[in-house]
């Protein structure tokens, strides 16, 4: 891939149990997450990696922007899209995606049965079961711990494999100490993710990590 940079669009703070963090963490005590999508732009194509969302029933979104608006600052607009890779239809990943009228929707086919609601009938909309590349170059690929389908994204960019991890994990705690999500609908395949991905020669970019920050990645 030529001239490839990585977009991190931050659009609020929240917490969430620790219980949900990890396996065996604390139902009691809170732990501060974000919120963040990615754009991957290529020599030829803007793919975004979720699409956030504008509300957030049930959660206290601090420092909120809508992510449509954060994207924007960075010079992109909503037309600019061509891509956009859904990792799992949860509402914070799905709910924003009617912006994005010209891109290519890409779903795993249990996640769209739960998610095709919130997108408008007349996207373009293709599913896949298990992987697929987008751009011949950046590979989808399920791993359904999370949820029934969700999903990761793997590129590699010279020797380094870069993974946008959904939220097959919420934590860099999970990844280095190899603790699954707590927050699973199958923990084999959770527990699987932490120890493939906890390895040297991945660099996982996660969705909720606390501390996360917006900005531009440019690979070279």
Do not use: W
């Not at 501060?32 to 999508?37: Q, R, S």
């Not at 086919?109 to 992987?131: A, L, N």
């Amino acid at each position: 891939m030529e001239h490839t940079k990585i977009i991190t669009i931050k659009y609020a703070e929240s917490t969430l149990p620790e219980s949900a963090v990890f396996q065996g963490g604390r139902t009691e005590k809170k732990v501060p997450i974000t919120f963040v999508i990615y754009l991957i732009v290529t020599k030829n194509r803007r793919i975004l990696v979720d699409a956030g969302c504008d509300t957030m029933p049930g959660f206290e979104m601090i420092n909120y922007e809508r992510p449509v608006d954060v994207l924007g600052r960075y010079g992109y607009e909503p037309e600019d899209i061509t891509d956009v890779v859904i990792t799992h239809a949860h509402h914070d990943h799905i709910a924003a995606v009617g912006y994005y009228k010209n891109a290519v929707i890409y779903v795993q086919e249990d996640e769209y049965m739960r998610g095709r609601k919130y997108i408008p009938k007349d996207f373009r909309v293709q599913t896949f079961k298990d992987m697929f590349f987008v751009d011949n170059s950046i590979l989808v690929k399920t791993i359904g711990g999370h949820s029934l389908g969700s999903c990761i994204v793997e590129f590699r960019y010279g020797e380094a494999c870069y993974v946008i991890s959904g939220d097959e994990c919420y934590a860099r705690e999970c990844l280095t100490q190899k603790k699954p999500t707590g927050s699973t609908c199958n923990l084999k395949q959770s527990e699987f993710f932490v120890h493939e991905y906890s390895k040297d020669c991945y660099q996982v970019l996660m969705c909720h990590e606390q501390g996360i920050e917006s900005g531009v990645k440019i690979l070279d």
